[in-house]
């Protein structure tokens, strides 16, 4: 047995109305908040996936021979995101100095000497906005 319910159609339409204006009351915000939760992970993943890399090898550099005043390391490095990284130096107290560029590479440093603490530093852009990383090298003594 069956029973048809008839509602009037001024009363139906309000219905759907009100159901419509709950649906978008209540999914409006849980959309936000879901798509939130997914721009959190996509930052996450992003800054954790962009990690500059500096290292020398050997470090500290071997005294060796005593009689040489200098030695050498090469230095390897790599930007993370493969942009240009800028390579400067400073040893001691001078001024940064210009060393070589590239998203990533290695470059032999054969000017090593005793008694100077030399900074590597890789830049994002050629105007040192943005320090990606660096590295001490010194000598044995």
């Known amino acids: 047995m069956s029973h048809d319910i008839n509602i009037p159609s001024s009363s139906a339409t309000s219905c759907r109305y009100l159901v419509r204006w709950v649906t978008l009351l209540l999914g409006l915000p849980m959309c936000v908040f879901l798509s939130a939760c997914d721009r959190g992970r996509q930052k996450t993943v992003q800054s954790s996936a962009v990690k500059a890399i500096l290292v020398a090898e050997p470090n500290p550099v ?17 930007t993370g995101n493969g942009t240009t990284g800028y390579l400067y130096v400073k040893v001691d107290r001078e001024p940064e100095t210009f060393v070589t560029q ?4 290695t470059h032999e440093v054969p000017w090593i000497q005793f008694d100077s603490v030399y900074e590597f530093r890789l830049y ?13 090298v010194t000598r044995d003594d």
């Open 62 to 78: 071997p005294a060796g021979d005593l009689n040489q005043p200098v030695a050498s390391t090469v230095v390897t490095w790599n």
């Open 124 to 136: 994002d852009k050629k105007k040192r906005s943005k320090l990606l990383a660096k590295l001490e």
């Open 102 to 105: 590239g998203p990533s590479g």
